[in-house]
Each structure stands twice: as C-alpha cells, then as structure tokens.
C-alpha cells in the first residue's frame, strides 16, 4: 500500500498541524510516513505546501511525484488548484470552500469551485461554517481532517486519539470542539456531491 497526499494553503491555516496529525495517526498503526514541507513564506498569507507519504512498506523519498497523489487537501480553493499537477488522474481533491482572499486579484470564487468540480473526484467543503458549529472557529484544519479521514488509509479512531491528545494539552473545551469538528468533517464529506 502506498499513499501520496499533498496538503496546501496559506501561512496561518493550520496545513502542518492537519500533517502531524496525520503523520502521528499513521505511525501509531505501523506505518511508515515521509512528510516533507516545501514552502515559500510560512508566515500570514504565505503559500505552505506539504507532502506526505503513507506506505506499509519502506518509502525511497520524501516528495510526491507530479502525477502521483492520490489527494490533495486544501485548505483554500485557490491554493488546491495551484498544485492539481500533481493529482494522479483518479485521486480525489478536498478542499475547504471558502477562499483566503490575501491577493487583490483573487479569481472568481464560482469559477474555482466550477474547476474543482471538473475533477473525476473531489469535496468542497463548508469548513468554516462547520468549524463554528463545533463551536471554536479555528477548527477548520481539523474539520478537514474529517474530510480527509474518508479516504486515507489510516483508522478514524486513530485520529480520533491523535486529536485528543493534542488539543487535551490546550483544555477539554478545545479538545472536544476539535472532535467535533473532526465528525462533522466526516459528515460533510459523506454526504458532499462528486462529479
């Protein structure tokens, strides 16, 4: 089993903290993971890209290939598209709806979403508006979490645990807006239309 997933967005967003917490709920099954951030400016509205790789066996390299993901999780349209060259041509791309309008000439959003909605597979997603009722705004990585939750090859109750664990070490609200957050991304992924 191999897994190639390229996780974007912009500085301030949470694209690393979604890869620990994949990262760690793979490693806490047995599987070995190269996760590697390859980003411009990490700061505010700065471009962060990561790859992941998931596998069963050893992985040779810390890069997805062009061509090679099987998903990309965005949390910005914009930003998923930025990236679609390296979607495998059945892969699937989750991205939050909402943009990060930090460019004075950002696209027509209903164009973006149109293009997303192209792809032979793919969730746009309500994040923030899921994340408000989890009950803390800033769960919007961990919504996406959700999303992603339906297709990688790592068991919800791992993540469930990862999760806990992370945010346990802020306080039990945020821990459990955070689980929250995490099922109603699974919810909306489920329920959300493909093309």
Excluded at 85 to 113: C, F, M, Q, R
Excluded at 122 to 145: D, F, P
């Amino acid at each position: 089993m191999n897994y190639d997933v390229i996780l974007a967005g912009v500085g301030g967003q949470g694209v690393l903290s979604i890869a620990s917490i994949i990262t760690h709920a793979a490693l806490s099954e047995g599987l070995e993971v190269r996760q590697s951030e390859v980003h411009g400016m990490a700061q505010r509205g700065g471009a962060v890209l990561a790859h992941m790789r998931i596998a069963n066996r050893k992985i040779a390299g810390d890069l997805v290939p062009k061509g090679g993901a099987d998903m990309i999780i965005s949390m910005e349209p914009l930003e998923s598209l930025r990236y679609i060259s390296y979607l495998k041509p059945d892969g699937i791309l989750v991205t939050a709806a909402e943009p990060y309008n930090n460019i004075s000439n950002y696209p027509d959003i209903e164009g973006i979403h149109s293009l997303i909605k192209s792809l032979p597979e793919w969730r746009i997603v309500q994040a923030a508006s899921l994340a408000k009722e989890a009950g803390l705004a800033k769960a919007v990585n961990t919504v996406m979490v959700g999303v992603a939750s339906c297709f990688l090859p790592v068991k919800t109750r791992s993540l469930e645990k990862i999760i806990g664990e992370v945010f346990s070490k802020k306080n039990e609200a945020a821990a459990a807006a955070n689980a929250r957050a995490f099922h109603l991304g699974q919810a909306a992924a489920k329920v959300t239309k493909t093309g």
